[in-house]
């Protein structure tokens, strides 16, 4: 039994890695890890991904100091996707939030092709300026 690498992206095969903190269950982003991210997440206790846009590993807090300590990995039924259950140090978003997932989308009368600003809500304070850290 093996971990299902079967998604491709910019020739890289990576598996969805869903970032959920350990104590409250938060879901605070979701990224992409190849073999190597996810054997140096394992080694080293802190979560790495595949970073599709630079096309190499990163280290979660490398530049920000952001970092995520990796209590816990959960791996789906299909061994194609992780839940990395974490303790998050500082914003988790590169827009300076807790959580990638800080707007709600509302669901009336909402055209998906053509959203406007007051289809969204945002959720969630700002923790940092994202200009300050990254």
């Known amino acids: 039994m093996e971990i ?3 998604h491709e992206i910019n020739g890289q ?4 890695a869903v970032a ?17 991210a ?13 970073s ?12 920000s ?6 209590k816990e990995i959960l791996v789906d039924c299909d061994m ?4 990395l259950k974490i303790k998050q140090t500082g914003a988790a978003c590169h827009e300076g939030y807790l959580s990638c997932f800080f707007r709600k989308l509302n669901t009336e009368d909402v055209d998906i092709c053509d959203l406007k600003d007051d289809d969204l ?14």
């Open 4 to 6: 299902n690498f079967r």
């Open 13 to 16: 095969k990576v598996i969805t």
């Open 20 to 36: 959920q903190d350990a104590d409250t269950n938060q879901i605070l982003m979701l990224a992409n890890m190849n073999k190597d």
């Open 38 to 50: 996810l054997q140096k997440t394992i080694e080293t206790g802190k979560a790495h991904y595949w």
């Open 52 to 63: 599709t846009s630079r096309n190499k590993i990163w280290l979660k807090g490398e530049s």
């Open 65 to 70: 100091g952001h970092f995520q300590e990796v």
């Open 80 to 83: 194609d996707a992780i839940v």
């Open 121 to 134: 809500e945002v959720i969630l304070e700002r923790l940092v300026n994202p200009d300050d850290v990254y």
